[in-house]
């Protein structure tokens, strides 16, 4: 609010000077116009900062950060700074949706990447009632991933992810396969899918479990999984359950092998349960963050050392990814971007090459990335794709 003030204080000032002499005027207005011109482009995002979910959060800020950091060192756009404004939504999506009218209300002309499902379900509510794009959500469950006029999603569908991996078990040979999951919106979906995956292949979940979101019970529902004794678990959990349950399960004799969504940091889960790691398979919807032969990877891992970040990983460069498609819009939405002109700038990449990945978006079509691919944890913790 500070600097419209001071664009209005601008304005003023040249209506004032009216009666004075043609130069003055012309002063008058040539700095207002200045001013206007390096007020900053204003994007919000609603966000889970608190409660049990936060940690979703981490990982995928450090890359908005580096992105938003480099851009606004190189000049920002058309010379403007890109200034992002966050509320904390606890991941309570009335919350989600009070967060957006209060950013769009304070100026904002985009939402960035609201985190986790009941987030992104309450943003975008509020968003297509506003008509303010909403650009890349950290989330794939169906009510996100469904066409909405305003909604643009980067990563594919939980569908997609879940349908890849339930396509490469039984491609192996196991059609045992059970689903343990936080229990929560997003979660539920996934499993509901896998559940659908799996009965069009013939033959039906061994069995699942719901997690609560703090873990406290995630001993006694591995316990109850290992007793069903399945040839694969899928996971829909957050780095906190997974590690409570995946080290219980191990403790219970299980044998199991385990394949998770994109949410699961590797590295992290290494951190906490050390050799344990050997053999989760963790799909992924971005490319490997190590690999710098990729355009768009190196450009993410020189913004990430700029701010002193050096663990690279998947969930902050999907982060500096759905930054960059911002970005991307934003540069084509005029030199004075509102919603409408970004939701046409977005519109109009048709399929856009951000650097060797494509991001597709045309009006009534929102598709966003098509990448996706499957990554194995070796006992140190590295990943074998």
């Known amino acids: 609010m500070r600097h419209k003030k001071i664009h209005l204080l601008a304005l003023a000032l040249a209506a004032f000077v009216v009666g004075f002499s043609p130069a003055a005027q012309a002063q008058a207005q040539a700095q207002a116009q200045a001013q206007a011109q390096t007020q900053p482009l204003v994007i919000g995002q609603t966000y889970v900062q608190t409660g049990p979910l936060a940690s979703l959060s981490t990982e995928p800020l450090v890359g908005i950060r580096a992105m938003f950091t480099t851009l606004n060192a190189n000049g920002g756009i058309n010379g403007r700074p890109v200034e992002l404004r966050q509320l904390d939504d606890a991941y309570d999506p009335a919350k989600g949706s009070q967060n957006v009218k209060t950013l769009v209300r304070d100026g904002a002309v985009g939402i960035l990447m609201p985190i986790g499902t009941s987030s992104t379900v309450g943003a975008l509510k509020a968003a297509n009632e506003l008509r303010v794009p909403v650009i890349g959500p950290y989330t794939g469950a169906g009510p996100v991933a469904k066409f909405s006029e305003y909604g643009f999603p980067v990563r594919i569908s939980f569908d997609e992810e879940y349908s890849r991996i339930v396509n490469h078990l039984f491609t192996i040979g196991i059609s045992s396969i059970a689903f343990a999951h936080n229990d929560n919106p997003g979660a539920r979906s996934a499993r509901d899918s896998t559940e659908k995956f799996i009965a069009e292949r013939g033959e039906k979940m061994a069995g699942s479990v719901a997690i609560k979101n703090d873990g406290s019970d ?8 290992a007793k069903l004794k399945p040839k694969a678990v899928v996971l829909a959990a957050t780095n906190e359950v997974a590690a ?15 394949y998770s969504f994109s949410f699961l940091n590797g590295q992290k889960l290494y951190q906490d349960i050390q050799k344990d790691v050997a053999g989760v398979v963790i799909s992924q919807v971005v490319p490997s963050p190590w690999n710098s032969a990729m355009p768009v990877i190196a450009e993410y891992q020189a913004a990430m050392k700029k701010i002193g970040a050096i663990e690279f990983s998947y969930a902050s460069l999907e982060g500096y990814v759905a930054a960059k498609v911002m970005v991307e819009g934003l540069k084509r939405a005029g030199p004075k971007p509102t919603a409408e002109s970004l939701q046409k700038g977005l519109e109009s990449f048709k399929t856009l090459d951000i650097g060797g990945i494509a991001v597709s978006y045309r009006p009534g079509e929102h598709r966003g990335l098509t990448f996706s691919e499957l990554s194995m944890l070796k006992a140190d913790g590295r990943y074998l794709r």
């Open 218 to 225: 995630a001993a006694e529902r591995a316990v109850e999984l």
């Open 244 to 258: 409570k349950f995946i080290t219980a399960y191990r403790a219970a004799g299980g044998q199991t092998a385990f």
